[in-house]
């Protein structure tokens, strides 16, 4: 596996890769690699003869410095999966390469970010953004993917890959959970014993909720959940809510559709978790 941290290094590195001919898959993560990073990178590679990944903590989608001065690193580690998983060049690039002569912009997230993460932790998607585009344009994939793990960050590059006409294909992959059905996280590697118990409460009322949709009225199944996390008096939760599966509008009623989302965030100890679920009629 080759590794780069300058940004013309993966350019040409995608280059010669495009001269032999081969499509090139892409993985943006901000390490501390997990199974659920590394699903995406075997789906690439599965897809793509030639897979990128790039490693990259990104200040401006923090809004809590103590979570940024937190967040886990650990790239011999990470190099070491990486290779196993098949990937073939990790970019890890400084951050004073990125942000040399450029300037973040503001894009137009067509109202994306008015629910859910948006109003806990404001300007973090216009940092994901800016972000995502900067690394789009210097390894140039044919296609990128995420987790649906984060599946508001997943519908808003979605959404922004159309009306900027990004070429790079996004892509969305299933969440990858422990085996009690915590989705595997980074920050989880923040957590106790105990609260990594406290923790499968979240996916715990994602099921009840799930079991209710469509048979019961919205609010009716949203409280369920909200009453199963309520077990867990030390998670305390940020949001609990029911979307349109496509815009992620909040729903009072399920009208006709046939999906939708549930999705969760709370504080868990000293780390705030997020995790949704879709919802099948
Ligand atoms: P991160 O390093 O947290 O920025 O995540 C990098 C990519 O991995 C994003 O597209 C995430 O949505 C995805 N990801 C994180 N956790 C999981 C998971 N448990 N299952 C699937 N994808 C994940």
Redesign the pocket.
Known sequence: MDFVTSPPAIAEWTSRARRTGVSVGF???????????L??VRRAKSIHPKVACS?FI?PL?FNNPDDLKHYPRQMDQDRTLLLDAGCDVLFAPEKEVIFAAFTPRKYDLGGLDEHWEGPSRPGHFQGVVNVVERLFHYVRPDEA???????Q??TLLRHIAKQERWPERVT??????ATDGL?????NARLNAIERSQATILYKALQRLSSLAFNSPVETARQAGIAVISEEPSVVVDYFGIADHDTLEPLTTWGDRDRAVGLVAAQVGPVRLIDNITLLR
């Open positions: 993985v943006p993560t901000m390490g501390a690699l997990h199974e659920g990073h699903d995406l490693i990104n989608q993917f995420f987790g649906e793990k984060d599946r960050q997943l969305g992959c299933p969440t990858v959970r989705a595997l996280s980074s920050r």
